[in-house]
């Protein structure tokens, strides 16, 4: 009976442990595959508008240089370029569809030649953007809109090309979870606590012009731009 006990005890640990390494290993694996779908930083997406000839141009400030180029496609504009500065740089990329809503949005904020915000929208409003909020050309920031609203935010505070920053918010723009990786496994540590505070990802729409990085990453472009509107207009008849 002493030999039946041992059997019996020797296999309830090992089928405990046998459990215990599965467990561990299924744990593993889902980190790793949570760890794998996270967003890596690359450099700022970016699509030419004005290739080659035929782009309708006007020149805002009379200097000789075109401010505002848009590629026209079936009497429509595909897409259109804006020097806000006047420095001879394009600044922002508007791209349309077939009706003339918008559906992406690239913007240099900083005004150093290099995107710093690619927005993607649809039906009009945006739905997600990827930012590079120290103006290294690098992606670190990535979010999700609802309801043209920022739901939710990841970012690479560190520089590493790794998601370390998650935050959520509600439909009025709280934060109601934010979470760290403190151990750079590429995976969120532990909630701390959100409190349901507003959110800081939704500034005042003005750029930001300071060399180094914003506190917070600069707002999504807004579908239509808040300068030169009336040249836009003109340069392809009235087309948003």
Not at 66 to 78: A, F, L, Q, S
Not at 132 to 145: A, E, K, L
């Amino acid at each position: 009976m002493t030999g039946l006990r041992f059997v019996v005890v020797l296999g309830l640990a090992l089928w405990g442990c046998s459990s215990s390494d599965a467990a561990s290993n299924n744990a593993r694996r889902a980190a790793s595959a949570q760890g794998s779908q996270e967003p890596r930083g690359e450099p700022m997406p970016h699509e030419e508008c004005v290739v080659g000839t035929g782009a309708v141009s006007v020149d805002v400030n009379n200097d000789g240089q075109p401010d505002v180029r848009t590629m026209m496609e079936g009497g429509r504009p595909r897409c259109r370029e804006v020097d806000a500065n006047f420095d001879g740089r394009v600044d922002i990329i508007r791209w349309y569809d077939s009706g003339g809503a918008v559906t992406r949005v690239e913007d240099d904020y900083d005004f150093d030649g290099r995107m710093d915000v690619v927005a993607t929208y649809e039906n009009g409003v945006v739905v997600r953007d990827v930012l590079d909020t120290n103006f290294d050309g690098i992606t670190d920031t990535w979010r999700t809109y609802a309801g043209g609203r920022v739901a939710e935010l990841r970012r690479d505070a560190d520089g590493d090309a790794r998601v370390d920053t998650w935050e959520r918010f509600d439909a009025e723009g709280r934060l109601t979870y934010a979470a760290v990786d403190a151990n750079h496994d590429g995976l969120p540590d532990e909630e701390r606590d959100a409190g349901a505070r507003p959110s800081t990802t939704e500034n005042s729409a003005t750029r930001n012009e300071d060399a180094g990085a914003p506190a917070t990453p600069p707002p999504s472009p807004p579908p239509s731009p808040p300068v030169l509107v009336g040249a836009e207009s003109s340069a392809d008849g009235g087309a948003p």
